[in-house]
């Protein structure tokens, strides 16, 4: 019974006061009832290489999960595959050489968009002991992933610069990912030389190859690793997309951050099977700025630039050089979201 204030009578009141109570209780009840939310399966494709630290971590530090993401990190033997997984849609994202990217647009007349940059690529130009210079390599093979995309295309200028021309001093091996490079370079002798990134560059120089010098010292930036999707998946999973490259970033902000130098050398180690030796020169090479992982996976617009120059000149075609032509194949407004959750 109700007083005239319009309260509890004095009994009753216990019963009122119970109620919100009781209520919350409910609500309690019904929200540890209710099915978590499944994470969003993304399939991811790179390749296995010193450069894959901030998918391990991502994976080990709950970096992705924490943004209800379940990423299937899937390994490529070739970019050639793994442009046709991701052409195909057994991919959604890829993480390597961007110029890839370009080709799939250019070429392939495939509609992929570059979301984000990633590092400058590590890349160095081995070759045989017994090859002393650039002229030595005439008449033989240069080992590479594809014959016209990334880093093949850097081979083919570097050695124009030295006045050897592909198909007429020297032949394009293709044999795929940075694993197999190697092995063909230890395999046969005539596999004279081959653009190497980490580890494989150093584990090249400790079998007896050396260093011919960086294509970034002989061609200046270069944007090499990056993120990107196709175009229409991107815009219909924005939101799972800027995850996704928020996670990036904070597993890569975790590896080069001097705290935890001791645990990223460790990851090295047990993923890559390196020697400790190779894991903390790898890690600091990485580090380098111009030479190992951007800050924050910032796309170097200089360096893409570059990208599309060389594409250009080697392949042949017309350089793009407006704003409007380059979005054509960038779009930073994902990352733009992704660096906002980051600081959130």
Known sequence: MNNDRGGCDPVPILRC????????LGFWALAAAAPAAEPILLHVNTFRSARSLPFYVAADRGFFAKRG???VLEFTESSERQRSGLADGSTDIVDSAVDNAVAMIDVAKVDVVVVSGGDSGTNEFY?????????DLRGHAIVVDATNTAYALQARKILLQHGLKDGADYTLNPVGNGTRRLQALHADKNNA?????LPFSLEAEASGLHSLGRPTDMLG?????GNYARRAWARDNAGALENYLAGFVEALRWSLDPQNHAAAVAILVEKLKLPQDMAEKSLTLMSEPGFGFAHDAALDLAGFKNVLALRAEVEGGKTPETSAELQRYID?????HA?????E
């Open 332 to 336: 930073l407004s994902y990352y733009d």
């Open 17 to 24: 006061l119970a109620l919100p109570g009781a209520l919350l």
């Open 221 to 225: 930036p270069y944007q090499a690793g």
């Open 69 to 71: 993401l379940n990423v």
């Open 127 to 135: 070759v045989q002991d017994s090859v002393r210079d650039f002229a």
């Open 193 to 197: 030389g081959a653009i190497l990134n």
């Open 339 to 343: 660096m906002k959750l980051v600081k």
